[in-house]
């Protein structure tokens, strides 16, 4: 796609970018997250309109998510196919700029975003921190119907309370469970989990 179409597509295409360290854990696994709760909300069509993918600002370009990650999406029954079609790829700052909302495992990976690519400054936060501020984001203030308007606001509005809502750095980790027994990989997932469910709940148009 050139410039001229992609910024013809703006307003029709949502683009979300995770970012983690090596791409084949946390971000991943909050990408595959992602799409399901979308596909479950909008159905399959709909959903596409709002892209979602992710990147490592150190990956481990190429290779498949890690197996123990992978496990652990099993209860949704995300583990097979699509996992298994996962391969890592390397931040870019193209990716940054492309995107319309960046979210980072932690704060430092909001930090390596940003120093890549200061244009993303606007757009760019860490998950946990993206998902308190969608919490207090009035659904009301968000458009009613389509998904993909509604995300971009949502965008909007959490940049606006930027500094307004008390978080503890505590509970903005995503603690990386690369090289950890099998119950730090269980609590990636389901910090990741909670935080991309209050996320597209916010994008989901009210029923």
Do not use: Y
Request: aromatic residues 4%.
């Amino acid at each position: 796609m050139d410039a001229a179409d992609d910024g013809g597509n703006r307003q029709e295409i949502f683009r979300l970018l995770f970012v983690c360290t090596g791409n084949i854990c946390r971000s991943p696994a909050a990408e595959i997250m992602t799409r399901h709760l979308l596909i479950g909300g909008l159905g399959g069509n709909l959903a596409r309109r709002i892209d979602v993918s992710s990147a490592g600002v150190s990956a481990v370009v190429g290779e498949m998510m890690h197996p123990d990650t992978r496990d652990e999406l099993r209860p949704w029954g995300l583990d097979g196919l699509i996992a298994g079609e996962f391969r890592a790829r390397q931040l870019r700052s193209s990716m940054v700029r492309r995107a319309d909302l960046v979210l980072g495992a932690n704060v430092r990976h909001r930090s390596a975003v940003v120093e890549r690519e200061p244009a993303g400054l606007r757009t760019t936060f860490a998950l946990r921190e993206f998902a308190a501020l969608a919490d207090a984001v009035d659904g009301d203030m968000l458009p009613p119907e389509d998904p993909v308007k509604r995300a971009f606001e949502l965008v909007e509005q959490a940049r606006m309370k930027r500094g307004l809502v008390a978080t503890d750095p505590a509970d903005l980790a995503i603690p990386d469970p690369m090289g950890q027994p099998n119950e730090a990989h269980h609590r990636a997932v389901m910090l990741i989990t909670d935080a991309v469910h209050r996320i597209v709940t916010k994008i989901l148009p009210p029923r």
